[in-house]
């Protein structure tokens, strides 16, 4: 199970940003700063221009509420490891939304497994809406046909 805890992080913690849209992953190492997926200044919007990288908590945070992410679901690797597993990434790129995210990245780090939970809910409500689509237009109705025009904008707006 996930848990949102909202104390003070500790070295090799997952934290997490609430951007308004999705949530920001990266390890705390201490010394209020933050590794992470990061853009280099000026290419925010360029995920072939993202790496790994340091930045302070207050830079991460950005002011979006932030909190340390636990998990019992998988072992956790003790807090030097974790903190040595992610500057061992330092600089390294290959960002890739699906596969090789900021929560892969910390996953990785504290557990030893790469996943997104983020991924995981986008790619299984995308599967519920093709259903949907798949079985209205079997049926050839043409408001069904709306309907689902309307939710699959709704899906991926």
């Not at 956790?76 to 699906?98: E, H, P, Q």
């Not at 519920?128 to 408001?143: C, D, E, Q, T």
Request: net charge positive; proline share 3%.
């Amino acid at each position: 199970m996930i848990r949102k805890n909202m104390r003070r992080p500790l070295p090799g913690d997952i934290i997490v940003a609430d951007r308004k849209y999705y949530k920001h992953y990266g390890i705390y190492i201490g010394s209020n700063q933050v590794i992470h997926f990061g853009a280099e200044k000026g290419h925010e919007l360029n995920p072939s221009r993202a790496k790994v990288i340091k930045t302070s908590l207050k830079k991460f945070q950005k002011g979006d509420p932030l909190w340390v992410e636990e998990s019992d679901e998988y072992n956790a690797f003790d807090s030097d490891k974790v903190i040595a597993l992610a500057k061992a990434r330092l600089g390294k790129r290959g960002y890739n939304i699906l596969t090789n995210n900021c929560e892969h990245f910390a996953n990785e780090c504290k557990y030893g497994v790469k996943r997104s939970r983020q991924v995981e809910i986008v790619i299984k409500e995308a599967g519920r809406v093709a259903s949907i689509a798949i079985i209205v237009f079997a049926s050839g109705s043409p408001l069904g046909r709306i309907l689902v025009y309307r939710n699959l904008y709704k899906a991926v707006a």
